[in-house]
């Protein structure tokens, strides 16, 4: 099973492997490498401000060490072996932390089934086997955790997991270890992301005050100092009020794909139609079962998820581990033909939910691609001005600062670069090149770049793309004497802005 859902991550995000050289699924990985690159050349563990984004502004970034550190750990292991390990570990990393959790419920299902002076162990209620196989191949969890996507939701959906898996043990075995170990796991998912965890966590607490009537003091005094400890390694940075006050942030989480909603045919084709069987199989039993209080928690949290993910589509990583912990339970309910019936079920969900799965071999080669043999052309300081979900390719590969990213606190240099692209007067254009101190600027398929653009500033498409600075500089065609072609690929070209100062 680890091995099939190694393949099924594998050829998730398309060509991870490019004549023999590792890519990453998505812009904002570049960004962590990049600044995982400057850990490694002692440059400071902890970077509490990015002056390579928005630049020459900065940012304030979110907390960011406990993956990064991973990924400076594993390219200092693969630094003997292999040319480029940074790349390498970026890889990795991801598909390394869903062995990490097949590992974790394959050791606990053995330590549960051995004896000690001829009594069983007390066992878990979840079914290690539905576990191992919802982990290699659901599709949401395989989109948290495939290759070439170092990102903090593989640590995160990871962390949530084990939490929510040891929240009936914190219950059952009671006393301080088990309170300890969960609320850890808890404090640790918090410093990778302030957003999914402290969400799900306040679903918990809720949920267990409604069902249980009280939580445990220990388990969330842990959080609060670990919350604190860590907050305070950080710099206590965690809420970037000046970039959630710009009026085109939304406009902008609207052209992302993961931050829009999911309709509620494309849910339950990619979420998995098994979890519809969830509520006939408890309805089915109740009286032969009884629902224990951890049963109603996840359910609640279940219905919560399912209708954030519905709201917005990164939740589908987090919104399928409750279901397929309910799903783990109720394995153990079923006779041996009811088995039988929902293996095939399930097995039919995971081939037709696996089509959506981006597998198509005859695929382009991701961008970063290009940006890398571009990058090649990029001789001499300044800043780069580039689509903002190129620009952080062109930062890893150049080494020097993008106006524009792929991160929401980067979202003034998002407008400045749209603002750009979709301009048609000069004198306005070298104002942002002037003030951005651009040196260098990247064009890339008009068409995009300016549906793009418009949308993130809130305004229609210009009728004639030539007109634009995107469409000018895609095309080569009214260069302004400022701006001199250095190269060009397929999909991108590089100009160099050489203005004098006045």
């Known amino acids: 099973?680890?091995?099939?859902?190694?393949?099924?991550?594998?050829?998730?995000?398309?060509?991870?492997?490019?004549?023999?050289?590792?890519?990453?699924?998505?812009?904002?990985?570049?960004?962590?490498?990049?600044?995982?690159?400057?850990?490694?050349?002692?440059?400071?563990?902890i970077w509490g401000f990015h002056d390579f984004e928005n630049y020459p502004f900065g940012i304030v970034p979110h907390t960011t060490f406990p993956l990064d550190g991973l990924l400076a750990a594993l390219t200092l292991l693969l630094k003997p072996f292999l040319e480029s390990p940074l790349d390498w570990a970026g890889l990795l990393i991801s598909p390394l932390l869903f062995l990490l959790?097949?590992?974790?419920?394959?050791?606990?299902?053995?330590?549960?089934?051995?004896?000690?002076?001829?009594?069983?162990?007390?066992?878990?209620?979840?079914?290690?086997?539905?576990?191992?196989?919802?982990?290699?191949?659901?599709?949401?969890?395989?989109?948290?955790?495939?290759?070439?996507?170092?990102?903090?939701q593989s640590l995160v959906v990871v962390l949530i997991f084990l939490a929510l898996w040891g929240e009936e043990r914190r219950w059952r075995v009671g006393g301080g270890r088990w309170e300890?170990?969960?609320?850890?796991?808890?404090?640790?998912?918090?410093?990778?992301?302030?957003?999914?965890?402290?969400i799900v966590l306040g679903i918990l607490g809720v949920m267990n005050l409604i069902i249980r009537h009280r939580e445990q003091k220990r388990f969330w005094g842990v959080i609060a100092v670990l919350f604190l400890?860590?907050?305070?390694?950080?710099?206590?940075?965690?809420?970037?009020?000046?970039?959630m006050r710009e009026r085109n942030l939304s406009t902008w989480f609207q052209t992302i794909g993961e931050t829009r909603g999911m309709g509620v045919e494309d849910f339950f084709l990619i979420f998995t139609v098994t979890t519809l069987f969830i509520p006939f199989f408890i309805f089915r039993f109740r009286?032969?079962?009884?629902?224990?209080?951890?049963?109603?928690?996840?359910?609640?949290?279940?219905?919560?998820?399912v209708g954030l993910t519905l709201f917005q589509r990164r939740w589908l990583y987090f919104s399928?581990?409750?279901?397929?912990?309910?799903?783990?339970?109720?394995?153990?309910?079923?006779?041996?033909?009811?088995?039988?019936?929902?293996?095939?079920?399930?097995?039919?969900?995971?081939?037709?939910?696996?089509?959506?799965?981006?597998?198509?071999?005859?695929?382009?080669?991701?961008?970063?691609?290009?940006?890398?043999l571009l990058a090649k052309s990029i001789q001499g300081t300044g800043g780069i001005l580039a689509p903002w979900w190129i620009s952080p390719s062109l930062l890893y590969f150049s080494g020097e600062p993008i106006v524009a990213s792929t991160?929401?606190?980067?979202?003034?240099?998002?407008?400045?670069?749209?603002?750009?692209?979709?301009?048609?007067?000069?004198?306005?254009?070298?104002?942002?090149?002037?003030?951005?101190?651009?040196?260098?600027?990247?064009?890339?398929?008009?068409?995009?770049?300016?549906?793009?653009?418009?949308?993130?500033?809130?305004?229609?498409?210009?009728?004639?793309?030539?007109?634009?600075?995107?469409?000018?500089?895609?095309?080569?065609?009214?260069?302004?004497?400022?701006?001199k072609l250095r190269a060009a690929t397929t999909h991108l070209r590089l100009y160099e802005f050489t203005h004098t100062e006045n």
């Open 320 to 372: 399928i581990i409750p279901p397929l912990l309910l799903f783990a339970v109720i394995w153990s309910w079923l006779s041996q033909t009811w088995k039988w019936a929902m293996g095939i079920i399930f097995l039919m969900n995971i081939v037709i939910s696996t089509s959506h799965l981006k597998s198509d071999p005859t695929q382009e080669p991701p961008i970063a691609v290009e940006a890398k």
């Open 101 to 152: 959790i097949i590992g974790t419920i394959h050791y606990f299902s053995q330590k549960e089934s051995e004896t000690k002076e001829g009594e069983k162990i007390g066992g878990s209620i979840y079914s290690p086997f539905v576990l191992i196989v919802g982990w290699a191949l659901l599709p949401g969890l395989i989109w948290g955790t495939p290759f070439a996507r170092p990102d903090h």
């Open 407 to 483: 991160s929401h606190q980067s979202i003034a240099g998002i407008v400045a670069s749209s603002q750009f692209y979709r301009g048609s007067h000069w004198l306005e254009a070298e104002r942002i090149l002037r003030e951005r101190k651009v040196r260098w600027v990247v064009a890339y398929d008009e068409d995009r770049v300016l549906q793009n653009a418009s949308e993130t500033l809130g305004l229609a498409i210009p009728a004639d793309p030539r007109a634009s600075w995107a469409g000018g500089l895609w095309r080569v065609e009214r260069i302004p004497t400022a701006l």
């Open 287 to 305: 009286s032969k079962v009884k629902i224990s209080p951890t049963i109603l928690v996840m359910i609640g949290i279940t219905l919560v998820l």
């Open 1 to 45: 099973m680890a091995v099939i859902g190694l393949w099924l991550r594998w050829i998730y995000p398309n060509l991870p492997l490019v004549e023999g050289f590792p890519f990453m699924a998505d812009g904002d990985c570049y960004t962590r490498l990049h600044r995982v690159s400057l850990i490694v050349a002692g440059k400071g563990w």
């Open 229 to 243: 400890l860590t907050q305070g390694i950080e710099g206590f940075r965690f809420l970037d009020l000046h970039a």
């Open 180 to 198: 300890v170990a969960m609320g850890s796991l808890w404090g640790m998912s918090l410093w990778v992301s302030l957003y999914e965890p402290f």
